[in-house]
């Protein structure tokens, strides 16, 4: 019971960043029509700058400007293709964003090399135990953030001009352009905000247990795909819903690997995706996604 | 071409078409509430009302594309409202779209040859080894085409890539397509909108000689009243997604909700000048009377 | 309307004669002078060729199997799919088990069927069908974007499968693959010897046969295919599903069956990846073997199978050119970068180039050209009934009212 109480707190944690991620998937989505492949990566710069950052400027300025960077290279990459290439198929969006996040990765992975970069957080490799649970600091610490950034999200999204003008835009984006909702503005932001929320969660998934911002790291942010696509790729709370799930499974799969070893070594971080399927083959549009209405 | 009031061969094998009490819900939104009327084999049978009312709802219910929430389609022993979209078309009942709904980067012939698919067998394995089966397919049914598209005045432009043709050529494309399924049951959804006046003309001929030469039902969706009046044998006028009224052309002018629906609603269209205009027409050109 | 009236067809039979099928275009002499030229330098190359190149062409020439087969999903089908390394492995590991001989390896112990290696080809094709038809009911009913994501989770289940089951697959550090022979006639550096002009026939110069074979033969069945009846109505469930199933076509049903024939394609392309490579690793199969196998169909053309072709000549040859010639090119090698990282920079950076403005790609630039040589005046449109055209920006002559009918 405790064993399964400390995961399902991991599991959470764990979760809580994926929702960050999914969100960004998801709002990108609906501004501008993309399925952003160029997330994985976008992530990736994060906990790179905030590590490279980390020595010049201390930690807590190296993450301000890491999550400003990644914001930065959201921005770049709406306002230079994206906006571009605005009612184009959904696919080629997509395959755009891929051929971005190949350059992308590329570098980055040139530039870490077979290190692994580490990041000082001031609360470095302490643990928090209630009884017998037991969390890292850092992992708690994503919770409380990644609930306030949440937070934040959703009242900005329900109450602030940009919401208001991104729900209708994703509603029906010509009414709304003809309300005046300038939807290049709505999508650059859209953007912006995903970069923000990706490099927050960067800043948690690099810390302990995780020894360090590594390659391995852009694969871990592939496993938030699965959180923002079975949630419902428009929704979202199902990003939330989505991730907080991903999450726990993928942590409980991790804790019970022994029990699982007739699946094979490291299946934990095969969960997300299985999740997804089983999610998709009953709701193909995801959990909280709506279906599309055919007009012709 | 057919002359006014001559008799028409109907084709043995085409039912009526019974619309009964059919509702369509988008979520709190009705979109179709209670409709029902009959379209008698062979008949021209015209759906107009303004924007809004439905029309365009209710052709996807006959095409499946929609499911009606309540009320059913009969199509003699065919349940429409039960059957996927495939299989309606396997049936008979072929579709016009009002946007043009072809392959742009595809030639006339193919997209019309996309009309034989429910006619003809090729899968993956004969088409990809070029079994006997699937180039004398090829041939025949490319023959057939051929002849439908020279019916619409699309011969020369078979190998065209329907992507660079004039907008009225699309059209006729999408007509030409629906043609070439041998349908029993034709759905046109606006066959003129956007046309000029000598394009209209033409387009309205060849209806009621595709009427005429094979014997088969027509559904349209019109708001060229003038078009309407002239053609059609039977009117269903929707407003709000409900019927307002049903009857012949001249039953349907006179109809003080049907003009009331019009006026109010600020739609481009008064009857009493489309009426005027359908007057016009049939005086000043070979177009051909109704049908009575 | 007309000088020509239309009457019933005779039943669903149409009359027989009448003008040739519309299918039968007008054709030049030039164009199959040109193609049996090109078949004959290719079945001469290796008579002057240096064994790198044939090399190369051999990984090419699978690389255009699964390449033509990924087009027509996602270029023909518009259904985007992450998943073809995984239908790769498939194939790569059937052919490897199958066709294997079972034996220790360290710790490890193999599994192995010892059949003949053209049983495990043909098995490896099979197999990678049907991993495809069981996957296809979920691919078929979802949206193509949905797809796109759901398909990654094949790659890491895949790959997570090639490192467990060790008796299979060989485990994390892989095994080999068996030399391929037909007949008896083995496609490796002897039995027999073998001299053409006095020139050693040898692994590389057999392998590249097999390749052109198996290459011709793919892109021939890819052609037919669109050409007639299951093309057409795929290319239309592209441009608008509601369109298809309207006009007859069973949507869901060619969506399946079109997932299953791309697999089938993978299947054999994994099968010549690993006698290309001669062996067959976990990490070969990842998800970045998905996206160069995107960027072939990208680059290339989405849609066209010519342009598959060209876009995977480049993709597979790149890399191994850069490596080979690392010293010529500017800022690769040495202190500079990788040849690896050469090549995914200008992967990336001509996916982005090429959707931003040529969104026909290679096949649609090859296309211009020759329309440049071609007499001005003559046929207007040189577009290639299987361009895509969705993926453009309206262009001029495009009617007002296109925009809305998906």
């Not at chain 1, 079975?230 to 991790?254: H, K, Y």
């Not at chain 2, 006997?132 to 397919?137: C, Q």
């Not at chain 3, 066709?99 to 053209?118: D, F, Y």
């Amino acid at each position: 019971m405790t064993q399964f109480l400390s995961l399902l707190l991991n599991g959470i944690s764990l979760g809580a960043m994926y929702a960050l991620i999914a969100l960004g998937f998801v709002i990108i989505f609906k501004a501008s029509e993309v399925v952003s492949f160029t997330h994985g990566s976008l992530l990736l710069l994060g906990a790179y700058s905030i590590a490279r950052l980390s020595e010049p400027l201390g930690f807590l300025l190296a993450a301000v400007v890491g999550i400003a960077i990644t914001a930065l290279a959201a921005f770049v990459i709406e306002r230079v293709i994206i906006n571009r290439l605005r009612g184009a198929a959904v696919i080629s969006l997509a395959i755009v964003t891929i051929g971005v996040d190949i350059i992308l990765l590329t570098e980055l992975i040139r530039r870490i090399g077979s290190d692994i970069l580490n990041v000082p957080h001031p609360w470095a490799g302490g643990s928090v135990r209630v009884g017998d649970v037991g969390i890292s600091e850092n992992r708690l610490i994503a919770i409380a953030v990644a609930a306030v950034l949440i937070g934040l999200f959703f009242a900005a999204f329900k109450y602030s001009n940009w919401g208001i003008a991104m729900r209708a835009s994703a509603e029906d984006g010509e009414t709304a352009a003809l309300m005046g909702i300038k939807q290049g503005r709505v999508s650059a932001l859209a953007w912006v905000v995903a970069g923000v929320l990706a490099a927050v969660a960067a800043l948690f998934l690099v810390g302990s247990p995780t020894p360090g911002v590594s390659p391995s790291t852009y694969a871990v942010a592939l496993r938030a795909f699965p959180a923002a696509i079975l949630g419902g790729l428009d929704s979202t709370g199902g990003a939330l819903v989505g991730g907080l799930l991903i999450g726990i499974a993928e942590a409980m799969a991790a804790g019970y690997q022994d029990q699982l070893l007739f699946l094979g070594r490291g299946f934990s971080a095969v969960v997300p995706f299985i999740v997804m399927i089983a999610v998709l083959m009953f709701r193909p549009s995801g959990l909280f996604g709506t279906k599309e209405l055919t007009r012709v | 071409m057919s002359a006014p009031g001559a008799a028409i061969d109907v084709r043995s094998d085409v039912p009526p078409v019974q619309v009964e009490d059919v509702t369509v819900r988008f979520g709190a939104i009705t979109a179709l509430s209670g409709v029902s009327f009959t379209v008698e084999p062979g008949t021209i049978h015209a759906i107009i009302g303004p924007n809004g009312a439905g029309k365009s709802t209710m052709f996807n219910v006959l095409s499946g594309v929609y499911k009606a929430a309540e009320g059913q389609v009969r199509f003699g022993e065919h349940r429409l409202d039960r059957m996927r979209p495939y299989k309606i078309a396997g049936i008979g009942v072929a579709r016009a779209f009002q946007n043009i709904a072809l392959s742009a980067g595809q030639s006339v012939a193919e997209n019309l040859m996309l009309g034989r698919h429910h006619l003809t067998k090729a899968g993956f394995i004969a088409a990809g080894l070029r079994l006997p089966l699937a180039t004398r397919e090829g041939k025949l049914h490319g023959a057939r085409v051929a002849e439908i598209a020279d019916f619409l005045e699309l011969g020369e432009k078979l190998h065209t890539p329907v992507g660079v043709l004039s907008y009225g050529d699309q059209k006729r494309v999408e007509v030409a397509r629906a043609l070439c399924t041998e349908p029993r049951l034709l759905l046109l959804d606006e066959p003129v909108a956007g046309m000029n006046a000598e394009e209209t003309h033409r387009m309205a001929e060849a209806i009621l000689e595709i009427r005429a030469g094979l014997g088969i039902s027509v559904i349209l969706v019109e708001h060229d009243m003038g078009m309407v009046m002239s053609l059609a044998d039977r009117v269903t006028v929707l407003d709000f997604g409900r019927r307002i009224a049903d009857g012949t052309p001249a039953e349907v002018q006179r109809d003080p909700e049907v003009i009331r629906a019009y006026l109010g609603s600020g739609d481009e269209i008064d009857p009493s000048e489309a009426a005027e205009a359908a007057a016009a027409g049939a005086s000043s050109s070979e177009t051909p009377g109704m049908p009575s | 309307m007309s000088e020509s009236t239309l009457t019933e067809a005779p039943g669903a039979h149409p009359s027989g004669v009448g003008r040739p099928a519309p299918a039968g275009r007008r054709r030049s002499w030039l164009r199959p002078l040109l193609l049996v030229l090109g078949l004959v330098v290719m079945l001469a190359l290796p008579l002057y060729v240096e064994e790198f190149w044939l090399r190369t062409g051999f990984a090419a020439a699978g690389a255009i199997v699964g390449a033509i087969g990924l087009n027509l999903l996602v270029g023909t089908s518009g259904q985007l799919s992450l998943a073809h390394a995984f239908f790769l492995a498939v194939g790569a590991v059937s052919y490897v088990y199958v066709s294997g001989e079972p034996g220790g390896l360290g710790v490890a112990e193999l599994g192995g069927l010892g059949l003949p290696p053209i049983i495990g080809m043909i098995v490896g094709v099979l197999l990678a069908g049907l991993a495809g038809l069981l996957f296809s009911p979920l691919a078929a009913r979802l949206r193509g974007i949905y797809l796109g994501v759901a398909s990654l989770a094949l790659v890491f289940i895949g790959v997570h499968v090639l490192n467990s089951w060790t008796e299979v697959t060989g485990g994390f550090n892989g095994r080999s693959a068996p030399e391929f022979s037909l007949f008896g006639f083995t496609f490796g550096n002897r039995d027999p010897e073998l001299y053409v002009l006095e020139v050693p026939f040898r692994e590389a110069e057999r392998l590249w046969y097999l390749g052109l074979v198996l290459a011709l033969a793919a892109y021939l069945f890819a052609r037919n295919i669109l050409r007639s009846r299951p093309g057409r109505a795929l290319q239309t469930l592209r441009d608008s599903e509601v369109a298809a199933s309207v006009m007859g076509v069973n949507v869901q049903g060619y969506k399946a069956r079109i997932f299953l024939v791309s697999s089938m394609y993978a299947g054999l392309a994994g099968v010549m990846y690993a006698l290309s490579i001669g062996s067959i690793a976990p990490e070969s199969f990842g998800l970045e073997l998905s996206i160069l196998y995107l960027a072939m169909i990208v680059l290339g053309g989405l849609g066209s199978v010519n342009g598959a072709v060209l876009g995977a000549i480049f993709v597979s040859a790149l890399p191994l050119v850069f490596q080979r010639y690392a010293d010529l090119i500017p800022f690769v090698g040495g202190g500079g970068l990788a040849a690896g990282e050469a090549a995914r920079f200008l992967f990336g950076a001509a996916i982005v180039l090429v959707i931003l403005f040529e969104p026909a790609g290679l096949a649609g630039i090859a296309n211009r050209i020759a329309g440049r040589f071609r007499r001005p005046g003559g046929r207007v449109t040189e577009h290639p009934p299987d361009t895509p055209t969705r993926t453009s920006e309206p262009s001029p002559s495009d009617p007002p009212a296109q925009g809305s009918t998906t």
